[in-house]
Nanobody
């Protein structure tokens, strides 16, 4: 059964950067298209970026230029690099595969202060 553990979040000032990590277990990570999602207080969870099994990437239009998704199949790890953080990026960030999503992990909290 696939499980994902997110890490790398924290409290940062606006304009800062973070790299989030998601370690996968219990699945053939290299065979899964993956996504990073976020959920801000009072909002629904939204997909912010996705990456195919061949590392073709897509980032939500409004986030392009600041968000970069990547994967390291040898480490069963998915990454999300975020630059120029804004207060509106404050959310819990999650990862999951796009097809047959597994149970959601605890996510990693990103808080951006102005």
């Amino acid at each position: 059964q696939a499980q994902y553990v997110e890490s790398g979040g924290g409290l940062v000032q606006a304009g800062g950067s973070l790299r989030l990590s998601c370690v996968a277990s219990g699945s053939t990570f290299s065979g899964d298209a993956m996504g990073w999602y976020r959920q801000a207080p009072g909002n629904q969870r939204e997909l912010v970026a996705r990456i195919s099994i061949t590392s073709v990437t897509y980032v939500q239009n409004s986030l392009r230029g600041r968000f970069t998704i990547s994967r390291d199949n040898a480490k069963n790890t998915l990454y999300l690099q975020i630059h120029s953080l804004k207060p509106e990026d404050t959310a819990v960030y999650y990862c999951n595969r796009l097809r047959n999503p597994a149970a959601w992990g605890q996510g990693t909290q990103v808080t951006v202060s102005s």
